[in-house]
């Protein structure tokens, strides 16, 4: 069993910067492949960026080069930084770990981004 903890979420306004952070914890938790979501109530849960242990990413090209996501293995922590950010980024952002790329084993609970002046 893994478990995942997302936190960093909050208010900020368009063109700002936000950090997301999910900390992965439980057996073999390292060797997952660990990646970030984000849902809409009218949207489904969509792929944004993915890490492998080795450190391997893989980003959804609508984030590309505003959204950087990297991983700690020595804090079992993988983030998400997220640059210009506008109305439409607004959502909940879940970390999913799996075995392997596009497969997800285990969720967090989401945290709340709201891009908003």
């Known amino acids: 069993q893994v478990q995942l903890v997302e936190s960093g979420g909050g208010l900020v306004q368009p063109g700002g910067s936000l950090r997301l952070s999910c900390a992965v914890s439980?057996?073999?938790?390292?060797?997952?492949?660990v990646a970030w979501h984000r849902q809409t109530p009218w949207k489904q849960r969509a792929l944004l960026a993915a890490i492998d242990y080795g450190g391997t990413k893989n980003y959804l090209t609508s984030v590309k080069g505003r959204f950087t996501i990297s991983r700690d293995n020595a804090k079992n922590t993988v983030y998400l930084d997220m640059n210009n950010l506008n109305s439409e980024d607004t959502a909940v952002y879940y970390c999913g770990a799996g075995s392997t790329l596009g497969r997800v084993n285990f969720w967090g609970q989401g945290t709340q981004v709201t891009v908003s002046s």
């Open positions: 439980g057996r073999s938790a390292e060797m997952y492949v």
